[in-house]
């Protein structure tokens, strides 16, 4: 049988974190929108109904919380870096895509960064 593969997702993690280089940045930290999006290769469909049998989606939003928990990050292109790295740590994850967003930055408008990677 061939590999099959799921899109597992992770969206709109909301994070209270340190992000970004001005001095209001540094000095509290700020609301941060997180989004994953993981290609996983399984050799072979889910058939029991077990969380065994597939990427446990609470590794990533764990991680993403313990990541960010005592760290500033100055880019969100380095925050959504070690998120990917964070993902691959699961053998089966071929692909991820992070999106991070800042929505408070400005009176009009989120910014925010999105990255993919692949194996």
Not at 18 to 44: F, K, N
Not at 47 to 64: K, N, P, T, W
Not at 100 to 107: H, I, L
């Amino acid at each position: 049988m061939a590999t099959v593969r799921f899109t597992t997702i992770l969206e709109r993690l909301e994070l209270t974190m340190g992000l970004g280089i001005h001095p209001g940045e540094r000095a509290a930290p700020q609301r941060v929108i997180v989004s994953v999006r993981m290609q996983v290769a399984y050799p072979t469909p889910p058939a029991d109904d077990r969380i065994e049998q597939v990427l446990d989606y609470d590794f990533v939003r764990s991680g993403i919380r313990a990541l960010v928990a005592d760290r500033h990050f100055d880019l969100q292109e380095t925050l959504c870096e070690a998120i990917a790295a964070l993902c691959f740590t699961d053998p089966r994850v071929e692909r991820v895509t992070v999106r991070t967003s800042k929505p408070d930055v400005y009176p009009d408008a989120a910014v925010g960064c999105e990255i993919e990677r692949e194996r």
